[in-house]
């Protein structure tokens, strides 16, 4: 098992960045995929990002692609969301997800249902 703690949320204004962490505790943190959800009020959930458990390989929703980065450290147990050019529209609680990947290091999952283990949340608010 895993569990999932994330930091790094806050107000910023547009136009603005901001880095959210991922801080997994448990073993073998490698064995896991990792994304980024988020929900703002009222909607439904988003997918936001992926990478596989190698780091190798990532995904970006067209909404954030070129604006955010998903990147992991799997030496420090800790995946890292770097949200650029945020926007207004980028308010929303931040989830990191983690479901076990024993298969090819290289795969990602895109859908938050793919997702087992979930941390609490990090609040981002985006001020226009």
């Known amino acids: 098992q895993v569990q999932l703690v994330e930091s790094g949320g806050g107000l910023v204004q547009a136009g603005g960045s901001l880095r959210l962490s991922c801080a997994a505790s448990g073993r073998a943190f490698s064995n896991y995929a990792v994304g980024w959800v988020r929900q703002a009020p009222g909607k439904e959930r988003e997918f936001v990002a992926a990478i596989s458990r190698s780091g190798g390989n990532t995904y970006s929703a067209d909404l954030v692609k070129g604006r955010f980065t998903i990147t992991r450290d799997n030496a420090k147990n800790t995946v890292y969301l770097q949200m650029n050019s945020l926007k207004p529209e980028d308010t929303a609680v931040y989830y990191c997800?983690?479901?076990?990947?024993?298969?090819?290091?290289?795969?990602?999952?895109?859908?938050?249902?793919?997702?087992?283990?979930w941390g609490q949340g990090t609040q981002v608010t985006v001020s226009s």
């Open positions: 997800a983690a479901r076990q990947a024993l298969g090819p290091s290289t795969r990602v999952w895109v859908t938050a249902g793919d997702y087992g283990y």
